[in-house]
Nanobody
Framework: QVQLVESGGGLVQAGDSLRLSCAASGRAFSSSAMGWFRQAPGKEREIVAGINSRGTFTYYAESVKGRFTISRDNAKNTVTLQMNSLKPEDTAAYYC?????????????????WGQGTQVTVSS
């Protein structure tokens, strides 16, 4: 079992940066693949970025490639999403998610562990 708590959301202007953090508790963190998902009003939850359990492989949605970076620190039980060059279309609730396998999946339903979410709003 893994408990997740996100932090770092806020209101920024287009072009600004934000850093989201996810603190995990539970011994399973280091053996869990992690992902950041987002959900805008009226839209389905979508994966933004994923990282495997060892931090050696990452996945990015096409819309954020080159702007967002996911990383993890298994010693500190944290996963981070650095978001640069933010755009108004990045506005959404962002969720940290984990799954008890080493491999990333892009489907939200494959992740049993979820944080409460943090809001990111990008003004134009």
């Amino acid at each position: 079992q893994v408990q997740l708590v996100e932090s770092g959301g806020g209101l920024v202007q287009a072009g600004d940066s934000l850093r989201l953090s996810c603190a995990a508790s539970g011994r399973a963190f280091s053996s869990s693949a992690m992902g950041w998902f987002r959900q805008a009003p009226g839209k389905e939850r979508e994966i933004v970025a994923g990282i495997n359990s060892r931090g050696t492989f990452t996945y990015y949605a096409e819309s954020v490639k080159g702007r967002f970076t996911i990383s993890r620190d298994n010693a500190k039980n944290t996963v981070t999403l650095q978001m640069n060059s933010l755009k108004p279309e990045d506005t959404a609730a962002y969720y940290c998610a984990g799954r008890p396998t080493t491999v990333i999946d892009t489907i939200a339903s494959e992740y049993p562990y979820w944080g409460q979410g943090t809001q990111v709003t990008v003004s134009s």
